[in-house]
């Protein structure tokens, strides 16, 4: 799963794609299809197994303290919640295919981008959507602060972030494009 869905069905109407002033929902297309599988994985397998435990449970007679029937139905909740997220993710996704700008030394949705900041770190991120990106693996989401402050730069401009602790100059060193070896380089 990539993207906790909200805790009421409210929050999910609403901020269907947080942050988000043009209330587009940019997406690579291996992370549609990520999405999109987990979606299939979800009604052709996983919703039919409990759908089989729920009604075996049933068919055992008191259902009130019945474990296998009360965990079932809710787990059943859960997917159907979760499958219901899952669509309206993927409908109002908008497939941005990072490969158009290989070769490109700009910033742009796809990117992988290399920064330093005001001490010389250099810290290596890739934008993508925010269904697809894992922090933990130096993905950022396109509405983030970070990545909002390097969309639309070129290797070697310096961009401004701005943090709760102040502003920070970031120059950018490299940028990369998912399906290419070559990468381009500040000289």
């Not at 075996?56 to 997220?85: M, P, Q, T, V």
Request: glycine share 8%.
């Amino acid at each position: 799963m990539f993207t906790k869905p909200p805790d009421s069905d409210d929050e999910e109407e609403k901020n269907l794609v947080p942050g988000s002033v043009s209330g587009k929902n940019y997406i690579t297309p291996q992370g549609y299809a990520r999405l999109r599988s987990e979606l299939l994985d979800l009604i052709d397998n996983e919703r039919p197994k409990v759908v089989e435990i729920v009604h075996w449970a049933a068919s055992n007679g008191d259902r009130s303290e019945n474990g296998d029937y009360l965990y079932g139905k809710k787990r059943l909740r859960e997917i159907d919640k979760h499958i219901r997220f899952l669509t309206q993710r993927l409908k109002i996704a908008e497939i941005s295919n990072p490969c158009i700008h290989v070769g490109s030394d700009q910033v742009f949705f796809g990117a992988t981008v290399t920064y330093a900041d005001d001490t010389g770190s250099e810290r290596t991120v890739t934008i993508l959507g925010i269904d697809e990106a894992i922090s933990g693996l130096g993905q950022i989401s396109w509405i983030s602060p970070v990545a909002k402050a390097l969309l639309k730069s070129r290797i070697g401009d310096e961009v401004t972030l701005v943090t709760p602790q102040g502003s920070q100059l970031l120059e950018v060193v490299k940028v990369n494009y998912l399906s290419t070896e070559k990468s381009r380089t500040r000289g």
